[in-house]
């Protein structure tokens, strides 16, 4: 992986990174190596429902050596057609970094989404409130497994448990589930048009003891539906991954995966993975997405986010299904149309 590239773009290499207390912080000594307009760091929360098919996240998206912040809040409940369709989204993409003048440990910004890292890598909460459309929320979360660092120490993943609640519309929900929250840091991601096929993030809890990530394309060897239109060799497909069983984490060095996607709206509907971690044990995943939106934090990036309820060894499993489509695949699958 290069210094200034995106995670998603490059492939990860194997082992994990040290991390520390500094890492739930800024990191504003990228600045001194990257002088790229798209310097980026993040800080990434979910959270969902799933017995009433509901998801949602909250985001922050700095952009140091511009000065400014992306930040917001959205939940929704089953299949959305737009993001505007959510029964939450409050996203504003341009407000000043003095909103986290003191850190992003302790911020609230202008949308009124509030975060406290109360024991970093331990314990955090979120909060947000829209009285006049009678959303809210108020989650904990509590981290289940130490955080699974790149080697570069540029991104981690953290398998937490959710506790709270989610009033939506006037309703009120109970949360009680899942979520791996995710953080970046000193790289460059870049909004140009991408020319490569949907890239997914795919996240997975089974329980205290089990869940994974991975980050990867669908492998041309499983026929997907835009065979033909990229070439994609083996080793580009697995972008990075681990499997958290046994107390340990372990790298994921061979991905493959298959997503059917709804021919109009090109949503993925089911994942098919196979995952084979460090020590050569092979892992079958089949998930279904019970619950999506259509997002887009740039607009040459379409992200569709939705809930898998995945199943992997007589266990069923909740998780994220993040997958960022660029424009030429849009494109094409439209004209194939």
Not at 76 to 88: N, V
Not at 90 to 116: L, N
Not at 194 to 202: D, Q
Not at 274 to 282: A, C
Request: proline share 6%; hydrophobic share 35%; charged share 25%.
């Amino acid at each position: 992986m290069s210094d200034d590239q995106s995670f998603l773009h490059h492939q990860a290499a194997l082992g994990f990174g040290p991390y520390g207390p500094e890492d739930e912080l800024l990191h504003p000594a990228a600045k001194n190596d990257i002088q790229h307009d798209a310097l980026t760091e993040t800080q990434y929360f979910g959270f969902s429902v799933p017995e009433a098919r509901i998801h949602g996240f909250s985001y922050l998206w700095h952009h140091p050596n511009l000065g400014t912040l992306s930040s917001g809040v959205a939940a929704w409940q089953g299949i959305k057609p737009h993001h505007l369709a959510a029964e939450l989204y409050d996203f504003r993409m341009f407000m000043s970094e003095q909103t986290i003048a003191a850190g992003i440990d302790h911020y609230k910004t202008d949308v009124g989404y509030q975060v406290d890292v109360i024991e970093p890598f331990k314990l955090i909460r979120i909060r947000y409130e829209d009285a006049s459309r009678g959303n809210a929320l108020d989650i904990s979360y509590t981290a289940l497994t130490p955080p699974a660092m790149l080697p570069n120490r540029k991104h981690f993943e953290q398998t937490m448990k959710t506790k709270g609640f989610l009033s939506l519309r006037g309703k009120r929900y109970e949360v009680d589930g899942y979520n791996v929250r995710d953080r970046s840091w000193g790289e460059a991601r870049r909004e140009e048009p991408t020319p490569f096929p949907p890239i997914a993030w795919l996240t997975g809890v089974f329980g205290e003891d089990f869940s994974f990530n991975c980050t990867l394309t669908d492998h041309p060897r499983r026929s997907p539906e835009w065979l033909g239109l990229y070439q994609v060799p083996d080793e580009q497909v697995l972008k990075g991954g681990w499997i958290y069983r046994n107390g340990e984490h372990k790298r994921v060095v061979e991905g493959i995966k298959l997503t059917r996607r709804d021919p109009l709206s090109l949503c993925p509907l089911s994942h098919e993975l196979e995952l084979v971690d460090q020590d050569g044990e092979r892992l079958r995943i089949t998930g279904t997405v019970e619950s999506s939106s259509p997002s887009g934090f740039w607009p040459n990036v379409s992200i569709h986010i939705g809930l898998v309820r995945w199943q992997c060894e007589n266990r069923v499993g909740w998780g994220d299904s993040q997958e960022c489509q660029w424009t030429d695949f849009v494109h094409r699958m439209n004209s194939r149309r």
